[in-house]
Structure formats: C-alpha cells, structure tokens
C-alpha cells in the first residue's frame, strides 16, 4: 500500500475547513499535519479535533503557516484570496501540491499565482464535485449545440455568510456557456441589472445570484428561447462532494510536474487536445 501522504488545511474553523479535516482524519491514504487559521484565531494553541467538537486529534491550530505547509505534502485551503496567493508561495517554496478552493479571486489575483507555478502543483476550481464539473462539460455542449435564440441564464443559491457573487462555480458554468459558443465570457456576461435595463442583449450570458439560510450550493444554467427551455441542474446537499473532490486532487497532484492544474485534469474530463 501507499504511503499516507501528509495534509496541512487552511482556514481549519471554516465550513469547508471542518468538512476537509475531517475527511482527511477519516481517510487511510492521508493523515492530518497541520491546521492553520488566521492569526489572532481563537482556535490557535487548541487541539483541532477538540475545537471542533470531537475527540483530540493531536494536532494544535497554528498561525504559522509557512512551518504548517514546509512540513506537508500537500495544502488544501479554501479561504480568501489574499490568503491565498501567501499561501501559494509557501507551497512553492516546499515544492508541494497545493489544492484551492478559494472563489472570488480577480484576475489580477489568479495571474498573482503565476509565478508560483514552476514550483507548486496548484490545482484550483471553483467547484471541486465531480458533479459540478461534469455539469460544466454538458453546459458546453448543449451551448454549442444551440444558437443565440437560446438566452443562456447562469442562476445561483447560496447560504447568507457567503460573501462573492456570482459564484465560482456559476463562473465555470458561464465560462463552459461561452466556450461552447464560440465567444469570450467578459464580452458577454451581463452580472448585475437593477433597474431599467432595457431588452436583453441577444448573446449575452446572464447572472442571477440568490443568498439566504444555509443552502449549500445550487446552480442552474438555463438556455431558454421562445416556446421552450432547457434547464441543466446541479443541487449541492453536503459540503462533503467538494472536499471529497479536494482530496482526490491532493493525492492526484503527487509526483505531478508542477503547474496550473483544475479539477477536470484530477477527474480526466479535459477534452483531447
Ligand atoms: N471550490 C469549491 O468546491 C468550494 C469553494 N468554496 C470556497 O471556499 C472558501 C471558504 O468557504 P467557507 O469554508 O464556506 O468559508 P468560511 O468563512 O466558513 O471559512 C473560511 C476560513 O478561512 C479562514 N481564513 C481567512 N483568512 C485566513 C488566513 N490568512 N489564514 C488562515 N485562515 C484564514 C477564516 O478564518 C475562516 O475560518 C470560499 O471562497 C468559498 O466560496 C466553498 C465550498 C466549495
Ligand atoms: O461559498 C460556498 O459555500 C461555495 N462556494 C463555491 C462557489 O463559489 O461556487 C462552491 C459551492 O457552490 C459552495
């Protein structure tokens, strides 16, 4: 059998923080090396398993997140973007695969991962469910398949903590919607109307972002026209199929060349070249 692999998590209060710790905990091809959170954290100093609610798991919350990362073989962080790109130097500077998460990066902050590339084995999605990622292949297709009579609506819900819009992974639907096409999604996308907006522009890609309760993630992509409509769907009941996702890339990225990565590389759903 493999060796365990070691796997530091980032943001270890948070939602996907717990889910991935404990998945990675309960996993027998990885063990828990490290639990990081912002400083001033009042988890920093307490056994993770026991801040959680659960039995000690013998690793303490630290802030020092460079040790955390230089002592793993992989990072799984899902945070904010700031952090991020921090932590994406460390995991170059290991030379170790670092999975993200995150969403609500800019493009100035995706292209701040540049030069962390040649060192680090990132892979970042949106959305790490093989469903979702299996959604946005189906999205390319039905968009090539249809033309501009077909208004394309991208629509997300949301629990009311989550802070971006659209959602990431609404952003790999619109992103699959407009490769499909033929067109490029910031020439298209149209993500905020409000008032008198006027008719809709034949072509463009709509973004609707709905936020309330806890709903863990649902997204639509709609293609409606006159007379009919075609609603591709994927619901979200536990946060578990993204950090399951999470962890097969972690493993997947072992012994890989360092790079850019996403998740339809861990999951072979890339087209051919
Ligand atoms: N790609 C995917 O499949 C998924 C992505 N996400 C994304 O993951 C991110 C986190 O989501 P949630 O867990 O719901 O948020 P959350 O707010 O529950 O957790 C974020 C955690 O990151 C911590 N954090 C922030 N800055 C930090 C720093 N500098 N060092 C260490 N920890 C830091 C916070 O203290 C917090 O505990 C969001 O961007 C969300 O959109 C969420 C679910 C699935
Ligand atoms: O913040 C969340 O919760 C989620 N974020 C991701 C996104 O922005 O699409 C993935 C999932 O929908 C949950």
Redesign the pocket.
Same mark, same amino acid.
């Given at each position: 059998m493999s060796q365990s692999i070691r796997v530091a998590v980032?943001?270890? #209060?948070?939602? %996907? =923080?717990q889910?991935l710790i404990s998945l990675v905990n309960a996993s027998d091809r990885m063990h828990l090396s490290g639990a $990081?959170?912002?400083?001033g954290?009042d988890w920093i100093g307490r056994d993770v398993g026991e801040a959680m609610g659960g039995s000690a798991l013998g690793i303490s919350v630290t *802030?020092d /997140?460079q040790a955390a990362i230089a002592g793993a073989d992989a990072v799984i962080d899902?945070?904010?973007? &700031? /952090?991020t790109i921090? +932590?994406a130097e460390f995991a170059a500077s290991a030379g170790i695969v670092h999975v $993200?998460?995150?969403?609500?990066m800019t493009d100035d902050e995706i292209a701040a991962l540049d030069p962390f590339t040649s060192k680090a084995t990132i892979i970042r999605?949106?959305? %790490? #469910?093989l469903g &979702?990622n299996l959604l946005t292949q189906l999205t390319k297709r039905v968009a090539a398949a249809l033309d501009d009579d077909y208004d394309i609506e991208v629509i997300e819900a949301?629990?009311n903590?989550?802070? *971006?819009a659209p #959602? =990431?992974?609404a952003l790999m639907l619109g992103e699959a919607a407009a490769e499909g096409r033929g067109v490029k999604l910031s020439d298209v996308a149209d993500r905020g109307r409000d008032g008198i907006t006027g008719a809709r522009k034949k072509g463009d890609i709509g973004f609707t972002a709905i936020r309330g309760g806890d709903i863990i993630?649902e997204h639509d992509v709609m293609f409606a026209a006159a007379g009919e409509r075609i609603i591709l769907r994927h619901v979200a009941s536990d946060?578990t199929? +993204?950090?399951r =996702? /999470?962890l097969k890339a972690a493993l997947w990225g072992q012994g890989r060349a360092p790079g850019h990565y996403d998740m339809l590389d861990v999951l072979g759903l890339s087209d051919p070249a």
């Open positions: 980032t943001g270890a #209060s948070g939602r %996907m =923080g889910t $990081i959170e912002r400083p954290h *802030d /997140a899902f945070t904010a973007p &700031v /952090a921090q +932590f $993200i998460g995150t969403t609500g999605a949106g959305n %790490m #469910s &979702v949301h629990h903590q989550k802070v *971006d #959602s =990431g992974t993630g946060r199929v +993204f950090a =996702g /999470a």
